[in-house]
Nanobody
Framework: QVQLVESGGGLVQAGGSLRLSCAISGSIFSINAMGWYRQAPGKQRELVARIISGGTKNYADSVKGRFTISRDNANTMSMQMNSLKPGDTAVYYC??????????????WGKGTLVTVSS
């Protein structure tokens, strides 16, 4: 089993920045990729950014150039969010997967952290 705990959400004005962190523990040797998903009210959960064990990073088009995902060490992943927009308001979930591709493998989830961007 893998446990994930997010931190760093909060309220910020449009144009501001936030840094989300995810602490991972447990059977981390089984994890090949980590990432951030978000779910806004009334919308489906969507992939925001993902980093694979080899270092490849993928971003949703809506956040490219504004968000940066990083694997700080074996037990911590972060995402720096700059130039935040009201449309970024959502609950952000930390995700860890056993496969390189998000469509495959076993996925583990954190409980989520709320990011609210005011206009």
């Amino acid at each position: 089993q893998v446990q994930l705990v997010e931190s760093g959400g909060g309220l910020v004005q449009a144009g501001g920045s936030l840094r989300l962190s995810c602490a991972i523990s447990g059977s981390i040797f089984s994890i090949n990729a980590m990432g951030w998903y978000r779910q806004a009210p009334g919308k489906q959960r969507e992939l925001v950014a993902r980093i694979i064990s080899g270092g490849t990073k993928n971003y949703a088009d809506s956040v490219k150039g504004r968000f940066t995902i990083s694997r700080d060490n074996a037990n911590t992943m972060s995402m720096q969010m700059n130039s935040l927009k009201p449309g970024d308001t959502a609950v952000y979930y930390c995700n860890a997967g056993t496969a390189d591709r998000p469509e495959y493998g076993v996925h583990y989830w954190g409980k989520g952290t709320l990011v609210t961007v005011s206009s």
